[in-house]
């Protein structure tokens, strides 16, 4: 590990590994265009499962909520949460793009 120069820090590092084991199927600026119809669709169920889960909390919370009197942003479940969290998933991209983009 090194200090970047490029930065006004002092506790920012870049980190590197080479490990030709990481990509076998890849060249560099190629992108691997087989695909066999042998591939497991375990990925897309899983996918599948989770975002079902999550309609299926957010329903099950309105419900709860509604029972409970509360209208408007209010009937979705642990709100204040759940708006934080996607503050600071935009925040944490704006950075993102941000420090990708100052080279």
């Known amino acids: 590990m090194r200090p970047d120069p490029d930065l006004n820090t002092t506790c920012q590092y870049i ?3 080479n490990y030709s ?11 691997s265009k ?6 497991s669709p375990v990925g897309w169920i899983l996918i599948g499962i989770a975002v079902g889960v999550v309609i299926l909390y ?8 509604a029972a409970r ?17 996607f503050l600071l ?4 991209t704006k950075e993102i793009h941000y420090c990708s983009h100052q080279n």
Not at 60 to 65: F, K, L, S, T, Y
Not at 89 to 92: D, E, G
Request: with cysteine; proline share 6%; net charge positive.
């Open 15 to 17: 980190i590197h590994f």
């Open 21 to 31: 084991g990481a990509c076998p199927n890849l060249t560099p600026g190629k992108t």
């Open 34 to 39: 087989t695909s066999s119809s042998t591939e």
């Open 58 to 65: 957010f329903a099950a919370g309105m419900v709860v909520q």
């Open 69 to 85: 009197g509360r209208k408007g942003v209010d009937l979705i479940p642990n709100y204040n949460f759940w708006r934080s969290f």
């Open 89 to 92: 998933v935009l925040n944490q």
